[in-house]
């Protein structure tokens, strides 16, 4: 198998306007939700007034025509890609040879509803003829694509929280595959919307810590009471370690493996017994030729509900055993929120610095852990000490989606 690296990483997220902002307030252990501030909040009577809003606007870093027109989450995007691009050391590359593998769990809402305002309000004459191709899914793909004229490809994966993992699994496949020689991988989300909180209230799936939004997410704890919504987006080069090392470039870690399974259970509840999850777990470690007992990290999906955070440990259990009760474990959607289709991708990316610079971020707001979860929880930056490390991140998504993938340090 060839040995597939990471060269670049950007993010936009509800902690920094950047990959390394993000990664610093998230070692200081600060949180990312705040209360919202718009007029809709109180016009529609909103149960939940609070979110991860990204922390620095797209209207802020991009130009103004980009805004215009582009969708929230194509904007999110954009930056993220082009922060990793830069990061990767621009390369001199064939465009034929550059595949873009980007990911959303939903796309342009804020464009939709926005559209179908307009339509109801003002008729048909005045929706935009922007409008399809900025709500599309693949909008944020097609942007990266043309922004850094890559032509091998751009695609598009739409698995609910699970997409931006699945993303990062898909560009390991099409580097082994040999489709491209660089990819740019990574996933964005923008729904801080007043239809999806009320949405997502209705089903009893956020938290309502109204009074407290900073301390709303709290993975494992007894008293954690559903997710918060996020936003933003994160992006990774990923290339041959041959390619990375012929042009010189800087490695931050290796993709070792990445793997996709679904429950075929229930259309919003995990599998209780985590079987499904279970096995994107193994499949993971497989394609990195690796072991359980080789794993030094875990960056949990751990959404912060009561029945999914138990299903995450039942699966990691099934595969680690008891063993799984001391590997440092980080939940860091306690401090960004869960940004479904971009989660991965920043969970990816906060892997990989953990690697990186062999530590683990700590897990904010666990104050009294679920006796029924008995995992190694992070609540303090830690070391991950000398030698090789491998650590795993889990993405699971309505419909049952699983994905899992795994990065080892590189010498």
Request: proline residues 6%; hydrophobic residues 45%; negative net charge.
């Amino acid at each position: 198998m060839t040995t597939i690296v990471v060269t670049g990483i950007g993010a936009t997220s509800p902690l920094g306007g950047t990959a390394r902002e993000s990664w610093d307030a998230l070692l200081r252990g600060e949180s990312g939700t705040r209360s919202l501030t718009h007029d809709w909040v109180a016009q529609y009577e909103l149960p939940v007034t609070f979110a991860a809003e990204a922390k620095v606007r797209p209207e802020d870093v991009l130009e103004r025509q980009e805004v215009k027109r582009l969708d929230p989450s194509a904007q999110f995007a954009l930056i993220a890609a082009r922060e990793a691009w830069a990061d990767a050391g621009a390369p001199d590359i064939a465009p034929e040879r550059i595949l873009v593998d980007y990911a959303t769990g939903i796309g342009g809402l804020w464009t939709l509803l926005d559209a179908w305002d307009v339509l109801k309000e003002k008729g048909p004459r005045r929706v935009l003829p922007m409008t399809i191709p900025m709500l599309m899914p693949n909008a944020a793909a097609a942007a990266i694509s043309m922004g850094l004229g890559a032509r091998a490809g751009a695609r598009t994966v739409v698995s609910a929280c699970a997409s931006g993992t699945e993303a990062i699994a898909n560009a390991y496949e099409h580097l082994q595959l040999g489709l491209a020689d660089i990819v740019v991988a990574g996933g964005t989300e923008a729904v801080v919307h007043p239809l999806p909180i009320a949405a997502f209230a209705s089903m009893q799936a956020l938290s309502k810590r109204n009074d407290d939004p900073a301390a709303a997410s709290r993975p494992y704890d007894v008293d954690r009471d559903g997710f918060v919504l996020g936003e933003g987006a994160a992006a990774i080069v990923l290339e041959t370690k041959e390619h990375a090392l012929a042009r010189g470039a800087r490695i931050y870690a290796e993709l070792a493996g990445g793997s996709v399974t679904s429950d075929s259970y229930h259309i919003t509840a995990p599998d209780p017994e985590g079987s499904g999850a279970a096995r994107a777990v193994l499949a993971a470690l497989v394609q990195a030729g690796a072991t359980p007992d080789e794993v030094s990290h875990i960056n949990a999906h751990a959404t912060s509900t009561p029945v999914g955070d138990i299903a995450e440990y039942n699966a990691l259990h099934r595969v680690f055993g008891e063993r799984v009760k001391s590997i440092p474990v980080s939940a860091t959607k306690a401090s960004t929120g869960h940004l479904l289709g971009g989660t991965g991708a920043l969970e990816a990316v906060f892997t990989i610095l953990a690697l990186h610079e062999r530590t683990a971020p700590p897990t904010i707001n666990l104050d009294n852990q679920d006796e029924a979860i008995p995992l190694d929880v992070v609540t303090s930056p830690r070391a991950l000490g000398d030698g090789p490390l491998l650590a795993i991140s889990n993405s699971f998504g309505f419909g049952g989606h699983n994905s899992v993938v795994a990065f080892r340090t590189v010498d």
